[in-house]
């Protein structure tokens, strides 16, 4: 075993001393075999060869040891092919880690939320006005953004957009309308009551103009004619009358309106959210008061409408009036108190006990 390993590390010493004495003629001739083989094996192979990235990296590193004009002879790939392959090693070395997108940023999703936003709630307003509005607001941007941004969420980029949405024209308008509407409601006899109501959109008050079970177009405008002695003065802030398709408005009903300088509009047929404030109250009655109580006359209920509409308008707080009642005007205002001693606050049952307020104890 010993004499077997050592003649092995003796044939590989004298192989080693060959290959170093050995011309450079007889290298050459091993060269050009190794080259005609890989030039036989290339001819068996089906397709082009793929180099990999490290084989790619070994050829491009050898062909500084290897003179320009042998690199056709030496190399199973044309020369322009090494050079694009020490190019793109080049070109990795000096590439950094943070790859960022050429040209400019890209627009922060808040910028382009409050675009959107600026070109909804202001349909008269173009591209070019919302980037000086942002201007202003310290945040510059080009026109060209934002129209971008604009087309990108389909709205029309140019200041001539479609006209303002019913929603739009109510809020805009809102303490010049006053809406009108029926209610109705079944006794415990089943006879049935007719409630017309009246609610204006800036302050939400309210009002009942009468209980009848027989309503007829000579009734609604005798009603009309009381609303406007009640309104007095205010009425010449009004400007609008949003009413629904029923035939108890008639001409007569409008021309009453008409007079005190008020225009009638008509809402479409089964469109309630053309009226949607008037039902929102007619619900808020049936929620809070009519389902929960029994009528027993035209008289019970017009004394139960009467005293809920006192809570309602001096009382009830409104969401669209940050949480004032509509009289909030005429109400003392009161600083802000601790309420974590109870016994300063006292309940008040009023609409025979249904309803529940909350007074200060005095």
């Not at 009002?207 to 609303?227: E, F, I, K, M, Y």
């Not at 007569?252 to 300088?261: I, S």
């Not at 225009?263 to 007619?282: D, G, S």
Request: glycine residues 4%; contains cysteine; proline residues 6%.
């Amino acid at each position: 075993m010993l004499l077997s390993l050592v003649y092995r590390l003796v044939r590989c010493l004298f192989g080693l001393v060959a290959v170093l004495i050995r011309s450079d003629l007889s290298k050459d001739a091993e060269l050009l075999v190794l080259r005609h083989e890989n030039q036989v094996l290339r001819r068996q192979l089906d397709g082009r060869p793929r180099w990999g990235r490290a084989d790619r990296l070994w050829l491009a590193a050898l062909s500084r040891l290897v003179q320009r004009r042998r690199w056709a002879e030496v190399f199973p790939v044309t020369p322009a092919t090494i050079l694009r392959w020490h190019r793109n090693l080049v070109a990795h070395k000096w590439t950094f880690t943070d790859r960022r997108r050429p040209g400019r940023p890209c627009t922060r999703r808040p910028v382009k939320a409050l675009i959107v936003r600026m070109a909804r709630e202001n349909p008269t307003w173009g591209h070019r006005r919302i980037q000086g509005e942002l201007a202003r607001l310290g945040h510059p941007i080009a026109a060209s953004t934002v129209w971008e941004i604009l087309h990108a969420a389909g709205i029309n980029p140019a200041p001539r957009r479609a006209g303002p949405s019913w929603r739009q024209f109510l809020s805009a308008q809102a303490h010049a309308i006053i809406a009108c509407d029926f209610l109705v409601i079944e006794t415990i006899l089943l006879k049935r009551l007719y409630v017309l109501v009246f609610i204006e959109h800036g302050t939400r008050r309210l009002h009942l103009a009468g209980v009848t079970a027989h309503p007829t177009g000579a009734w609604a405008v005798q009603q009309a004619r009381n609303l406007t002695l009640d309104l007095g003065e205010r009425i010449a802030e009004l400007r609008f009358l949003i009413h629904d398709r029923d035939p108890l408005f008639t001409s007569a009903f409008r021309e009453v309106f008409k007079t005190e300088g008020l225009r009638a509009i008509t809402t479409l047929p089964r469109t309630p959210r053309m009226n949607a404030i008037c039902e929102r109250v007619i619900g808020t009655l049936r929620r809070e008061l009519l389902d929960r109580i029994l009528i027993l006359s035209e008289r019970h209920l017009a004394l139960v409408l009467h005293e809920y509409l006192i809570h309602y308008n001096r009382h009830r707080p409104h969401q669209s009036r940050q949480q004032r009642p509509p009289d909030a005007a005429t109400q003392p205002a009161r600083d802000v108190t601790d309420l974590n001693d109870m016994r300063s606050i006292r309940r008040k049952p009023v609409v025979t006990g249904m309803i529940s307020e909350y007074h200060h104890a005095a």
